[in-house]
């Protein structure tokens, strides 16, 4: 579960490869995500543990993590009123770069030693400037330039490494629809042998397509989508861990003690006590409150924030863009 969302702003221009989504979310427990698109995350309060495909990092305030696309990843706050800044975008707008573009790999991520380099600098600020400009419907202009730039400059500042998939474009019709038979199919016994027989293609060519497309075999596939249900479970019901296992799709209470152990380096009854106990005991909510939330996310209202706008003006002073 997450917590409210602040200064939701989406712009969708495809002519101009212009696809962003980018809004302030406040940070409580694990919620497995696992996007399509990049994402950027900016800690802006608080102290946050980022697991991104099985390995753990420790944000603090003011670090970056860009995760790239089809890396599940999920945030759970080390501290009370996290607040991070995140912004999603289509990786179309490398096009103007290179033909490539959907096999661009980033590594850029702040450490300790690196968190206030200039190249993240500009990378914080324009992210600040693109929030900022973005309140004003009128300074579309501003917007779409200070995208460019953005995207430019991770391009210049973290030069990225390619993977290829390999697939056509009937491949990759074929291969989404595989993804909806698992997405509605997870919770049963399903297997790879039932895959192929929806794709029309051998078990060994529908391993290939997994591997080339998402970068991680259909066991882990399968076993990503448990995961996030698990989680939710976790985080808003009161079931056993045996019932959160059979209920997800994990064959038993084992098999998901494991997966859970190689995501978040952690037991799920250790994540249970973790967010039950002490000063993240008010971090959990029901079901109830997460569907209120939900409704009031989903209006996307630019909700005024002290921090949010203190480090909007704090990033922009800071960018350098030479």
Request: some cysteine; overall charge neutral; glycine content about 4%.
């Amino acid at each position: 579960m997450e917590g409210q969302l602040f200064y939701n702003q989406f712009y969708d221009l495809p002519q101009r490869d212009i696809n962003f989504f980018q809004f302030v979310q406040e940070i409580k427990q694990h919620h497995l995500l696992w996007r399509e698109n990049m994402t950027l995350l900016i800690l802006l309060k608080g102290e946050v543990e980022l697991t991104v495909h099985g390995q753990v990092t420790i944000m603090k305030e003011d670090d970056l993590y860009l995760v790239n696309p089809n890396y599940e990843y999920s945030t759970m706050a080390r501290t009370k009123n996290c607040l991070a800044a995140v912004v999603i975008f289509d990786p179309v707008i490398f096009r103007r770069n290179t033909d490539n573009f959907d096999a661009l790999i980033f590594d850029c991520r702040t450490t300790e030693e690196n968190r206030y380099e200039d190249k993240f600098n500009r990378i914080r600020g324009l992210s600040a400037f693109l929030m900022k400009r973005g309140m004003n419907e009128d300074n579309l202009l501003d917007v779409e330039g200070g995208y460019y730039l953005f995207a430019s400059l991770l391009m210049r500042d973290f030069p990225p490494e390619y993977y290829s998939t390999g697939l056509g474009e009937q491949r990759l019709y074929t291969f989404d629809n595989i993804l909806e038979y698992i997405r509605g199919n997870y919770k049963s016994n399903i297997t790879l042998q039932d895959v192929a027989k929806v794709g029309n293609y051998n078990p060994a060519y529908i391993s290939h397509l997994f591997k080339s497309k998402v970068r991680v075999g259909f066991h882990d596939c399968v076993t990503r989508l448990r995961l996030r249900s698990a989680v939710a479970d976790l985080n808003h019901t009161d079931k056993s861990m045996v019932e959160i296992a059979l209920d997800n799709g994990f064959p038993n209470a084992k098999s998901f003690y494991k997966s859970f152990r190689d995501m978040y380096q952690k037991t799920p009854f250790q994540y249970k006590k973790q967010i039950m106990s002490g000063e993240f005991s008010d971090l959990r909510s029901s079901a109830e409150q997460q569907q209120s939330q939900q409704k009031i996310n989903e209006m996307g209202i630019p909700y005024p924030n002290d921090i949010v706008e203190k480090k909007i003006k704090e990033y922009m002073d800071k960018m350098c863009l030479i």
